[in-house]
């Protein structure tokens, strides 16, 4: 059967084991101490990427993922995250923030080093912001914003400085960015790197060097990475990471059946009863950094009933949620409480949970004076009918939410009509907030940094994500000081608060965290997988994956990590 990594079942058959040891003790014999298998470096792990390769450069994979993966295993970055979506160093030793808040310092590690055995300095993290600073069509313009606003200050070979105009307790998000080499690329703009050698075999600083690009009827279909021996982090006891590329799962999966591949970097509910019953095949699950939501419009002046928060909450109590999850994700989804990340340091789990109940939908309706008219159509104390266009993307999944939700709200007397287009017309629509309600995904990888202003900030409303048009002077006031501290203590508390009156007023509807799945064969030990802020941080700790073992007087002959 699988082996599920959520938590972890030990059985233990204790009474021959306490009977024999007692038994020793009385008689006085010694027994010899047990030897127990350590790792050792040696082995190969393949794995399957879906999707092709474009080119190897961390500034310049935002839109492919499997580039991002690669990327993960050969660059370094400043500082990554933890589980719980708190910053940790990575190239950074340590770094301390200004009593206003906005200069940060960061010293480098001494020990880092590029793949080439050039040293990682200062002037490498200041080359690499500079390609951020030069407003290139290709970065994202919150991310040329940010950047543009931003002096980098290089004070030493070891230390640089970030200096902001005002205080931003979530500039760590933005600190995360793969750092480049700046004795290879320092001439070198973001626009001039785009087809440069460098992307097809790159230098960098992470657990893995680059080795060679396989190539298959003049198309790349994988990559040979090596385990980089001068790593600061320690080597990793996988000796080489081979990535192959397949355009779909289903090939994907086809390979691990064939033995060609040792692991599947996304299961989908297309071969997840395969996968579940493969023998030796581990499969380990967390929640995306996605959360599925519907928006409802609070500024409709047609639709003046979803001002009223009871009206909303009795729609939420209509929403059949664990019905989507069983039935449309294959059970792979995890129940929103509100839109902060469950695992992440500000996600508050005492928060209510409001449970399907039409029953309680309906007594709340008629207690706000609205009832059943002939037609069977819901209608306001005033008269006016209670219908709402359900926006939505137009492919099958979205499609069958959406079916749903229209079945539950129309149980307790809502006319609902599913308006289905593309995905960027449903964001074109929310831009001009000409919708009434809208099924949408919330994208939030690439975030640990929790930071609910820019979607319910009451500044917002207008021209910027506050889509819903919530206007709640205190819970705006709550994420306005929760950008400026840096007292995570502090903050903490803010977003509880927050989230709180979030879930007491309903300005939207959250419904799920979708599940991220993938697959590893029981043979490669000590895979772990924690809440994720992106797919490649299936591999935060992959120095410590190991294939081989042995006593730990071998172990110890043998290069392993450094602590």
Not at 31 to 56: C, D, H, K, M, V
Not at 202 to 208: A, E, F, H, Q, R
């Amino acid at each position: 059967m699988k082996k599920f990594r959520w938590q972890i079942l030990i059985v233990l058959v204790t009474g021959l084991i306490v009977g024999i040891l007692l038994y020793f003790q009385q008689s006085g014999t010694n027994t010899p101490a047990a030897s127990t298998p350590s790792p050792i470096s040696g082995g190969i792990y393949t794995e399957a990427l879906i999707g092709n390769f474009q080119r190897l450069n961390p500034l310049l994979d935002a839109h492919n993922a499997p580039d991002q993966d690669v990327d993960r295993l050969i660059f370094s970055s400043l500082i990554k995250f933890d589980a719980n979506g708190l910053p940790q160093g990575d190239l950074a030793e340590s770094w301390s923030f200004g009593s206003d808040g906005s200069v940060f310092t960061f010293s480098l590690k001494p020990n880092a080093y590029w793949h080439d055995g050039t040293p990682v300095s200062s002037q490498d993290v200041v080359y690499t912001t500079s390609l951020l600073k030069g407003g290139s069509a290709l970065l994202p313009e919150d991310l040329k914003a940010f950047w543009a606003e931003v002096q980098v200050i290089q004070l030493s070979d070891l230390v640089v400085q970030f200096s902001l105009p005002e205080a931003f307790a979530p500039i760590m998000d933005y600190l995360s960015f793969g750092v480049l080499p700046a004795h290879l690329l320092g001439n070198l703009g973001l626009d001039e790197l785009v087809n440069h050698p460098f992307n097809m075999a790159p230098i960098g600083s992470g657990p893995y060097k680059f080795s060679q690009l396989f190539i298959k009827d003049g198309v790349i279909s994988g990559i040979d990475l090596v385990a980089n021996g001068d790593y600061y982090g320690g080597r990793p006891y996988i000796d080489e990471i081979v990535f192959q590329y397949y355009p779909s799962e289903k090939p994907a999966w086809n390979a691990y059946q064939a033995g060609e591949v040792d692991g599947l970097a996304r299961v989908s509910n297309d071969i997840l009863p395969e996968v579940l019953g493969e023998s030796g095949l581990n499969l380990y699950s967390t929640r995306e950094p996605s959360l599925s939501m519907i928006f409802l419009n609070l500024n409709n002046s047609g639709k003046a009933f979803l001002q009223n928060a009871s009206f909303r909450r009795a729609l939420m109590l209509a929403t059949n949620r664990q019905g989507m999850i069983d039935q449309v994700l294959l059970g792979q989804g995890i129940i929103a409480k509100g839109p902060i990340l469950p695992g992440n340091w500000a996600y508050y789990p005492e928060q209510e949970s409001i449970p399907y109940d039409p029953d309680a939908a309906r007594q709340l309706i008629a207690s706000e004076g609205m009832a059943i008219n002939q037609t069977g159509i819901l209608v306001t104390a005033d008269g006016v009918e209670v219908r709402l266009v359900l926006l939505t993307s137009d492919d099958d999944t979205h499609a069958q939410i959406a079916d749903m939700i229209k079945q539950g709200w129309e149980a307790v007397g809502v006319a609902v009509d599913i308006l289905a287009i593309p995905y960027e017309q449903v964001l074109a629509e929310l831009d001009a907030r000409t919708f009434d309600a809208a099924l949408v995904d919330i994208n939030l990888s690439g975030t640990p940094d929790p930071d609910p202003y820019p979607f319910w900030g009451a500044s917002q409303v207008d021209t910027g994500q506050n889509y819903a048009h919530w206007v709640n002077l205190t819970a705006s006031e709550y994420l306005e000081q929760g950008r400026v501290t840096m007292d995570i203590g502090l903050r903490t508390k803010l977003y509880r608060n927050f989230q709180v009156l979030f879930q007491e007023d309903l300005p939207s509807l959250p419904l799920f965290y979708p599940i991220y799945n993938y697959a590893v064969k029981e043979t490669i030990k000590n895979v772990s997988i924690g809440p994720i802020y992106s797919p490649s941080d299936r591999f935060n700790a992959i120095s410590d994956w190991y294939i081989l073992a042995g006593k730990a007087d071998e172990a110890q002959a043998t290069t392993a990590p450094q602590p």
